[in-house]
Nanobody
């Protein structure tokens, strides 16, 4: 069964860290780009970070640059999002997704993503 499964969310204090995981099943991860998105209550889903299949290039939203790091372990078929220096405005449900397209530059646009995980909630609060 082709699916993405996120884990690692939780409650953390401002300034803290969390590491999210996106396990990819039914696809050969090394061929595809994977992106992380988030959706806060009452807001649109937004792209956070992505990693491409070729040369492992990465992209970040301006709001998370310098704080979040995306990585991938193709052998474990898993993509990670290390989140440091968390802020209350990072509170959201975090999703991983893919458009199942082999591309050089990964996309942070929700359009075209055709496989989504169910999400993992992150709450940053004291």
């Amino acid at each position: 069964q082709v699916q993405l499964v996120e884990s690692g969310g939780g409650l953390v204090q401002p300034g803290g860290s969390l590491k999210l995981s996106c396990e990819v099943a039914g696809l050969t991860l090394r061929y595809y780009s994977i992106a992380w998105f988030r959706q806060a209550p009452g807001k649109e889903r937004e792209g956070v970070s992505c990693t491409s299949s070729s040369d492992d290039s990465t992209r970040y939203a301006d709001s998370v640059k310098g704080r979040f790091t995306i990585s991938r372990d193709n052998a474990k078929s898993t993509v990670y999002l290390q989140m440091n220096s968390l802020k209350p405005e990072d509170t959201a449900v975090y999703y991983c997704a893919t458009d199942r397209v082999v591309r050089t530059i990964c996309s942070l646009n929700t359009r075209g993503m055709n496989l989504w995980g169910k999400g993992t909630p992150v709450t940053v609060s004291s």
